[in-house]
Structures are given as C-alpha cells and as structure tokens.
T-cell receptor, first 115, second 116 residues
Framework: AQSVSQHNHHVILSEAASLELGCNYS??????LFWYVQYPGQHLQLLLK????DPLVKGIKGFEAEFIKSKFSFNLRKPSVQWSDTAEYFC?????????????WGAGTKLIIKP | NAGVMQNPRHLVRRRGQEARLRCSPM?????VYWYRQLPEEGLKFMVY????????ESGMPKERFSAEFPKEGPSILRIQQVVRGDSAAYFC??????????????FGEGSWLTVV
C-alpha cells in the first residue's frame, strides 16, 4: 500500500539550530510532493511543493526540500530556525494522475523551537 | 478573502451522541473536501462534495457518517452515535475548481472531536 513516513513525531531545537525533517514514501511511480505546515491555532498551509524539474525546491520562510528519487525521500530543511517556526509539519505525496484531494499524508512532525 | 472556516474548533461528546462539524469554504469555492486525522496518523480523505452533490465518498465509513453541502450554508459532517474511536481532528478544505492535479486546495484550522 502507498504510504508516507515521517520518522520523527516530535523535534525540539534551539533557535538558530539547523533543521532537517525526514519524509519517505512508498510508491514506485511518478509523484508530486508537498510539505504543509500548521502553526498553532491556524489552518494548514502549503509550505512548498515539487512537481518536476530541479529537485531542490525552495518554499516560504526560508524552507527548502530536496527530492531524492533513488531514496524515495523529500526531506525538509532550514539552515537556521526561529521561535516562530514552532508548528506541525506534514509531508504529503500525490501519485501522478491522482486528483489533488487524494494526497497521501504522513503523520506529521511537531516542531518546538526553544527561544 | 476569509479562509476556510471550521466550527466548532473543539467538540466533546459522550458515547452515543451525535457530532456535527461545520465548514464554510473560501468565498467563491464550490468544492469541499473532508479529512480525518486519527492520533499519530496522517490525514485520510473522507469525502468530496460539490454544491448539493457528493462527488467522491470513497473514504467515508459505511455507517454513522454522512456529509452534505447544501445550496445555501456550510458543509456539514455528521457523525451519529459517536464512539471513542471517532476521536480525531477533522479537517475541511475547499477549492475553486475540481480538485485535480495542480489545483490548489485550501485547508481550514481543523475541528477536534473528543468522545468521552
């Protein structure tokens, strides 16, 4: 079955630390890849997405993600986190040809940044 | 534009009661989607509705769950005779056009249902 794994459910970092959140998926075909973020008390919002082209994707607020096809991974990175990055982060995968509402979601990673 | 609005944000129900969750899509959006996130799991698609029509209900449990999106008013996700296993976060999303590949879907803040 198709699935998305986010290896860390909780991550705690200090401000200015570097961040990498892992995301692996199981699907052999072509996929579109997404990272969503939910800040406390707010709606889920799109952070960045990969459809094709350069596998290094830059998103909002200094985040980036790299698609490594051979590893079935789409890890999220940020070189220096801020307290305002405290949020829950979701990786999602959409096998090409599926409708956008049929994303396969990871369980999420709760990120806490200590001031 | 106001975003996707869900209410209530938190709902507590006793076993056997009914839960009603409401979702007002973004202005101009006529496509609504409901998702459920069980504890420690990812979001799972439940149902896709367009005004007065259910387009895809492949993710809906066969019993006790129903959804509607009337011509006027918000979309409603209804859970009858709730059980502890229904405790979850329920997310609503909307889009301007059919939720096909490349089309942007906008999410609400979620409604957290706790069954005691």
């Amino acid at each position: 079955a198709q699935s998305v794994s986010q290896h860390n459910h909780h991550v705690i970092l200090s401000e200015a630390a570097s961040l990498e959140l892992g995301c692996n998926y199981s699907y052999g075909g072509t996929v579109n890849l997404f990272w969503y973020v939910q800040y406390p008390g707010q709606h889920l919002q799109l952070l960045l997405k990969y459809f094709s082209g350069d596998p290094l994707v830059k998103g909002i607020k200094g985040f980036e993600a790299e698609f490594i096809k051979s590893k079935f991974s789409f890890n999220l990175r940020k070189p220096s986190v801020q307290w305002s990055d405290t949020a829950e982060y979701f990786c999602a995968v959409n096998p090409t040809g599926n409708s956008n509402y049929q994303l396969i979601w990871g369980a999420g990673t709760k990120l806490i940044i200590k001031p | 534009n106001a975003g996707v609005m869900q209410n209530p944000r938190h709902l507590v129900r006793r076993r056997g009661q009914e839960a009603r969750l409401r979702c007002s899509p973004m202005k101009g959006h006529s496509h609504v989607y409901w998702y459920r996130q069980l504890p420690e799991e990812g979001l799972k698609f439940m149902v896709y509705l367009q005004k007065e029509n259910i387009i895809d209900e492949s993710g809906m449990p066969k019993e006790r769950f129903s959804a509607e999106f009337p011509k006027e008013g918000p979309s409603i996700l209804r859970i009858q005779q709730v059980v502890r296993g229904d405790s979850a976060a329920y997310f609503c999303a909307s889009s301007h056009r059919q939720g096909g590949s490349g089309n942007t879907i906008y999410f609400g803040e979620g409604s957290w249902l706790t069954v005691v």
